[in-house]
Nanobody, 124 residues
């Protein structure tokens, strides 16, 4: 079993950047595909990005493609989500999640473990 803790959220102006971190403990995170999701008030939790096991191939939601970048540091057992050119519509609680499948997926049900979330607020 793996425990996940997100950090790095905060308040930022539109056009700014933030880097979210997801620190894993209990298991090596390279054993999992690692996904990022977000949930705005009154909305469903939605897929943002995933980095696969092994090769570390990445997939992004269309809404963040070209602005967000996911990466991992095996030595630190941490996954990152670099968010640039932030928009007010990016405001949400951001969650990292771990999947035992190779490539993860786009649905909440594809993931086995979740962090507690970190809030990102983008002001206009």
């Amino acid at each position: 079993q793996v425990q996940l803790v997100e950090s790095g959220g905060g308040l930022v102006q539109a056009g700014g950047s933030l880097r979210l971190s997801c620190a894993a403990s209990g298991r090596t995170l390279t054993s999992y595909a690692m996904g990022w999701f977000r949930q705005a008030p009154g909305k469903e939790r939605e897929f943002v990005s995933v980095i696969s096991r092994g090769s570390g191939s990445t997939v992004y939601a269309d809404s963040v493609k070209g602005r967000f970048s996911v990466s991992r540091n095996a030595a630190k057992n941490t996954v990152y989500l670099q968010m640039n050119s932030l928009k007010p519509e990016d405001t949400a609680a951001y969650y990292c999640a771990a999947s035992t499948s190779y490539s993860g997926g786009y649905s909440r049900s594809d993931y086995d473990y979740w962090g507690q979330g970190t809030q990102v607020t983008v002001s206009s």
